[in-house]
């Protein structure tokens, strides 16, 4: 979730059992509204919980992607049919399709729908705010990390829960280029207590980093970062979402 003043715009809901804890929470910080709300792709383990989500909030849009495969996934459909039964629609969004919160801009930097493996069709957004970048990848793998010509970054949510599918040497050499190596760093991985995606290969690239600091949610539950006046602060904390963390 990223919150800009009043403005909510929640990107994935992790697996289907995740969704009631995911509302419980929003619902705990008074959120009544989401302005966007993203499912980066079809994979269970982004959109399950997105029905709750859809059923508890007023949505203002919401963006997906659909492919071949859409039609024969089975939380895809569902989703499809939660948001038709609350009379809400949803988008495919382009490449480079840009939108304002608050004092944050956020921009499509890639989506695609004729890959054949889903996770290459994610929605990847950057945000920036108060001069600071920060890029959701959603599960996008070196295929796609190769083709799109990057801006430098200031915080990185880590492709496909840290596997070595993505997170080339070379991608973070452009995101994290050599004119930002002075600059603090954060990059967040979202693991979960059920799978073991985390490839010790993309921890060593991401130690190697300058003024890199690591953030992984088996380990450090709720990651909360805030930008004030374009400086970055990290806090975590333990919530009932990271009991059945995705």
């Not at 939380?75 to 004092?103: R, V």
């Amino acid at each position: 979730m990223i919150k800009d003043d009043k403005d909510i715009i929640l990107i994935d809901s992790g697996n289907d059992e995740d969704g009631k804890y995911i509302v419980e929470y929003l619902k705990e910080l008074g959120i009544s509204k989401i302005n966007y709300l993203v499912g980066t792709h079809e994979h269970e383990d982004h959109i399950g919980g997105m029905n709750y989500i859809v059923d508890n909030f007023d949505i203002q849009d919401i963006y997906l992607t659909r492919t071949d495969s859409s039609k024969e996934n089975v939380e895809y459909n569902e989703l499809l049919q939660t948001i038709a039964n609350k009379n809400c629609t949803y988008e495919e969004p382009n490449t480079n399709t840009k939108f304002i919160l608050g004092d944050s801009t956020f921009i499509i930097r890639y989506v695609s729908n004729i890959e054949s493996n889903p996770n290459n069709d994610s929605i990847v957004i950057e945000l920036e705010n108060e001069n600071l970048k920060y890029l959701f990848t959603g599960d996008i793998e070196q295929k796609i990390e190769k083709t799109v010509a990057w801006d430098s970054i200031d915080v990185l949510k880590v492709a496909h829960h840290g596997s070595d599918t993505s997170t080339s040497q070379d991608f973070l050499n452009v995101i994290f280029s050599e004119k930002n190596k002075l600059r603090e760093k954060i990059t967040v991985i979202s693991t979960g207590n059920r799978e073991n995606l985390l490839d010790d290969i993309v921890l060593q690239r991401l130690h190697a980093i300058p003024n890199n600091k690591i953030y992984i949610t088996r380990n450090d539950g709720s990651i909360y970062i805030t930008n004030i006046d374009g400086k970055n602060s990290v806090k975590t904390l333990r919530t009932k979402v990271d009991s059945t963390q995705h």
